[in-house]
C-alpha cells in the first residue's frame, strides 16, 4: 500500500508566519533522496532552500511559484512507498480497497519527524475513496490547507533575485519577457537584450497584469518578503525606542595612511581591509568601554540585559531589500580576522544566500551610508539592539592642522541609541571613542 507523506511550509526562523515560493527543483514523478533541496522560498528575512526529509516520488505539488503560503501549508505530496502500490496477493479483499495512507509532518522547526497519520483527500474530479473495511481503523481526514493568495494575474515571471534587481535598474518588465533558460526562467542577456531593443517576446497568448495602470501613471509592488520584514522592524524600532542621534566630523587622514601601509605589508597580502573594517573594530573596543551601548532593553522581563560579547550587525543592501547579517563574536577577531570575516558576509549578502540564522541576535550595528557618496544620516535602531553607528563618505575637505587650513580626509560619523539603556554621558563617550580610534588608529593600544 503506498503511502503518502505532506511536505508543509516550515518554519526558517523564529516568528515565521508566511513565505513566497521562489521556485521549484522538482516535479511529479521526479524521484527524491533524504534531504535533497526541492523549493527555493523567500521568507520576511532572506531566500532559503528547503530540504525533504524522506526519499520517495513526489506525486503533488500543491502551489505555484509566486504564491504566499502560511506556515504549516502542505506544499507538496510524496510517496515515500512507491513499490508498495500493489497489495499482496493473500491480502484479503477489504484491505485491498482501504484508502492510501498519507502521513502529515509537524511544519515548525524542531518538531522533529513525528508524523500523523491521515486519510488523503480525494483529488478535485475524481471519485470519493472507497470507504474503508470494517477492519481498518478510519483515520481522521486531513484538514484543508490554508488559502494561499495567487499573483496578480496569476503568472510570475521566473528569475533569480540578482536578474529581478538588474531589470528594475533598466526599467524592463519581466511579464513582457520570455526566458531562454531551461524552465523559462529569465536570465541577465534576456533582460539585457530587452534593455537594448532585441529581447524575446512573451507569448501573445499569456495574459498577465503588470500592476502599471496608464490612466495613473503609477505602478504598485505588493508588500512582502524582506521588504515587508524591513518596514515591521523599523516601524516597532522607531516607536518603541526613544531614539537620540549625536553626529561628530573626525580627520581620518591618518587611518587612511595607515590603511596604505597595510596593503603594501606581506601579513595583509590579499585582505581587503576598508574604512568599515576599521569602524567595525573600533566599536568592538569602544563598547567594551560603554557596556550600556552592547545592552538591551527587555520589556517583558523588566530588565537591561548586558552582552559580554559582540555580534556586530553590518546593514547591507542586496537584490532582496535591506539586511542585516551579523559577525559573531566580533570583538574576539584581530583586525585581519574582522576584514576576512566582513569580505565574505557581504559576498553571501549580494547573492541573496545569507540565512536568516545569520541575521538573528546582533548587539550593535553599523551602516555604511558612504559608499553612496552621503554625509551622514540619522539610522533607525535594530530591534533587539540599543545603538547603531552611521558611517558617512570620507571626503577631502579644509581642516585646521597646527593652525594651518589643510585638505585632509573628513568623516561624519552619527550614532543613534535608545535613551532608555543608553544616557547621553554613555553615547557621547562611546562615539568620542570610537572617533578617536579613527582619527589615530595607534590609539588603540591604549584600550
Known amino acids: 500500500m503506498p503511502t503518502f507523506k505532506q511536505f508543509p511550509l516550515a518554519d526558517t526562523a523564529e516568528g515565521l508566519t508566511e513565505a513566497d515560493i521562489l521556485s521549484w527543483h522538482v516535479k511529479p514523478g521526479d524521484t527524491v533522496t533524504v534531504n535533497q533541496i526541492v523549493v527555493e522560498i523567500e521568507t520576511a528575512k532572506a531566500a532559503v532552500e528547503l530540504p525533504i526529509p524522506w526519499a520517495g516520488v513526489v506525486t503533488e505539488l500543491h502551489v505555484e511559484p509566486g504564491q504566499t503560503v502560511e506556515v504549516g501549508t502542505p506544499i507538496l505530496t510524496i510517496d515515500v512507498d512507491p513499490g508498495g502500490a500493489a497489495a499482496p496477493a493473500a491480502a484479503p479483499p477489504a484491505a485491498a480497497s482501504a484508502p492510501a495512507e498519507e502521513e502529515e509532518m509537524k511544519p515548525l522547526v524542531g518538531y522533529g519527524s513525528k508524523a500523523v497519520v491521515t486519510q488523503r483527500r480525494a483529488r478535485k474530479g475524481s471519485a470519493p475513496a472507497p470507504a474503508p473495511a470494517a477492519a481498518v481503523v478510519a483515520p481522521a481526514p486531513v484538514a484543508a490547507p490554508a488559502p494561499v493568495s495567487a499573483p496578480r494575474g496569476g503568472y510570475?515571471?521566473?528569475?533569480?533575485?540578482?536578474?529581478?534587481?538588474?531589470?528594475?535598474?533598466?526599467?524592463?518588465?519581466?511579464?513582457?519577457?520570455?526566458?531562454?533558460?531551461?524552465?523559462?526562467?529569465?536570465?541577465?542577456?534576456?533582460?539585457?537584450?530587452?534593455?537594448?531593443?532585441?529581447?524575446?517576446?512573451?507569448?501573445?497568448?499569456?495574459?498577465?497584469?503588470?500592476?502599471?495602470?496608464?490612466?495613473?501613471?503609477?505602478?504598485?509592488?505588493?508588500?512582502?518578503?524582506?521588504?515587508?520584514?524591513?518596514?515591521?522592524?523599523?516601524?516597532?524600532?522607531?516607536?518603541?525606542?526613544?531614539?537620540?542621534?549625536?553626529?561628530?566630523?573626525?580627520?581620518?587622514?591618518?587611518?587612511?595612511?595607515?590603511?596604505e601601509k597595510l596593503k603594501k605589508s606581506r601579513e595583509f597580502a590579499g585582505v581587503k581591509v576598508t574604512p568599515l573594517t576599521f569602524a567595525a573594530k573600533a566599536v568592538c573596543l569602544a563598547a567594551k568601554r560603554t557596556p550600556d551601548i552592547n545592552a538591551v532593553w527587555d520589556e517583558a522581563a523588566q530588565e537591561i540585559v548586558y552582552?559580554?560579547?559582540?555580534?556586530?550587525?553590518?546593514?547591507?543592501?542586496?537584490?532582496?531589500?535591506?539586511?542585516?547579517?551579523?559577525?559573531?563574536?566580533?570583538?574576539?577577531?584581530?583586525?585581519?580576522?574582522?576584514?576576512?570575516?566582513?569580505?565574505?558576509?557581504?559576498?553571501?549578502?549580494?547573492?541573496?544566500?545569507?540565512?536568516?540564522?545569520?541575521?538573528?541576535?546582533?548587539?550593535?550595528?553599523?551602516?555604511?551610508?558612504?559608499?553612496?557618496?552621503?554625509?551622514?544620516?540619522?539610522p533607525i535602531i535594530n530591534p533587539g539592539e540599543s545603538a547603531i553607528l552611521c558611517l558617512g563618505a570620507i571626503k577631502d575637505q579644509p581642516w585646521v592642522v597646527d593652525g594651518e587650513i589643510k585638505v585632509r580626509k573628513v568623516l561624519q560619523l552619527s550614532l543613534s541609541f535608545d535613551h532608555r539603556v543608553v544616557d547621553g554621558q554613555q553615547g557621547s563617550e562611546f562615539l568620542a571613542d570610537v572617533g578617536a580610534l579613527l582619527a589615530d588608529p595607534a590609539m588603540a593600544m591604549t584600550y
Open 156 to 259: 510570475v515571471p521566473l528569475a533569480k533575485p540578482p536578474v529581478r534587481k538588474l531589470a528594475k535598474d533598466l526599467g524592463v518588465d519581466l511579464h513582457a519577457l520570455t526566458g531562454t533558460a531551461d524552465g523559462g526562467v529569465i536570465t541577465r542577456d534576456d533582460v539585457e537584450r530587452a534593455a537594448n531593443g532585441s529581447a524575446v517576446p512573451a507569448a501573445a497568448t499569456s495574459t498577465v497584469d503588470t500592476g502599471y495602470d496608464p490612466a495613473t501613471r503609477e505602478r504598485r509592488v505588493p508588500i512582502k518578503g524582506v521588504r515587508k520584514m524591513t518596514a515591521a522592524a523599523m516601524v516597532q524600532s522607531a516607536y518603541t525606542a526613544p531614539h537620540v542621534t549625536e553626529f561628530l566630523t573626525i580627520d581620518v587622514t591618518p587611518m587612511m595612511e595607515f590603511r
Open 307 to 378: 552582552k559580554d560579547y559582540v555580534h556586530l550587525g553590518i546593514a547591507a543592501a542586496t537584490p532582496r531589500g535591506l539586511i542585516v547579517p551579523k559577525v559573531r563574536d566580533a570583538d574576539s577577531l584581530s583586525l585581519k580576522e574582522l576584514a576576512n570575516a566582513l569580505t565574505v558576509l557581504t559576498e553571501v549578502a549580494r547573492e541573496g544566500k545569507t540565512s536568516p540564522a545569520d541575521m538573528a541576535n546582533g548587539t550593535i550595528t553599523i551602516t555604511n551610508v558612504g559608499v553612496f557618496g552621503v554625509d551622514t544620516g540619522t
